[in-house]
T-cell receptor, first 114, second 114 residues
């Protein structure tokens, strides 16, 4: 069973502070995706990282894929109340011609207080 | 922007009844998925579907579950005889295909079994 562990489970910060969310596994992932989920809604895709060591930026969000492709991080600079939500990492452990199920982490709930 | 849609948004059913959850994937996508999320738990893979057949299924996806693409646009999940433990959010997702990694999720159907 491939597991993705996210830490911390919950993060509460003040507006303007920075935060980092981690996603770790003992397995190698061929790619990792980060989603954001609002209560009662489906996960919304933020970014996909594929190459070991890859860094992608989405405005104030920076995503990094570990060199060994076993871990990833999401860093938010100068967090705003609109960044509040549940952040999920999900990955593919292998690529097949069909299928490619995603394994999800447990999520990090982020609360940004004004 | 194309999106995955799901109906109904909320379904209440009695134990032992059959339910059909409906999804319309993004039109040019070739791979389709069902996931579920029990309240407070991780998003879990149920089944993947490609070229009109199941390509992978999880242990959760037992004989009570079936999927179908009846008309080239809809993708359905049927639970033949619902149990209390089937209560969850059910998410449909689709992927374009080839080496495209991104899975796009619908808003979900909340299934409540009483």
């Amino acid at each position: 069973t491939q597991l993705l562990e996210q830490s911390p489970q919950f993060l509460s910060i003040q507006e303007g502070e920075n935060l980092t969310v981690y996603c770790n596994s003992s397995s190698v992932f061929s790619s990792l995706q980060w989603y954001r989920q609002e209560p009662g809604e489906g996960p919304v895709l933020l970014v996909t990282v594929v190459t070991g060591g890859e860094v992608k930026k989405l405005k104030r969000l920076t995503f990094q894929f570990g060199d060994a492709r076993k871990d990833s991080s999401l860093h938010i600079t100068a967090a705003q109340p609109g960044d509040t939500g549940l952040y999920l990492c999900a990955g593919y452990t292998m690529i097949k011609a069909a299928g490619n199920k995603l394994t999800f982490g447990g999520g990090t709930r982020v609360l940004v207080k004004p | 922007e194309p999106e995955v849609t799901q109906t109904p948004s909320h379904q209440v059913t009695q134990m032992g009844q059959e339910v059909i959850l409906r999804c319309v994937p993004i039109s040019n996508h070739l791979y389709f998925y069902w996931y579920r999320q029990i309240l407070g738990q991780k998003v879990e893979f149920l089944v993947s579907f490609y070229n009109n057949e199941i390509s992978e299924k999880s242990e959760i996806f037992d004989d009570q579950f079936s999927v179908e693409r009846p008309d080239g646009s809809n993708f359905t999940l049927k639970i033949r005889s619902t149990k209390l433990e089937d209560s969850a959010m059910y998410f449909c997702a689709s992927r374009e295909g080839g080496w495209s990694y991104e899975q796009y999720f619908g808003p979900g159907t909340r299934l409540t079994v009483t």
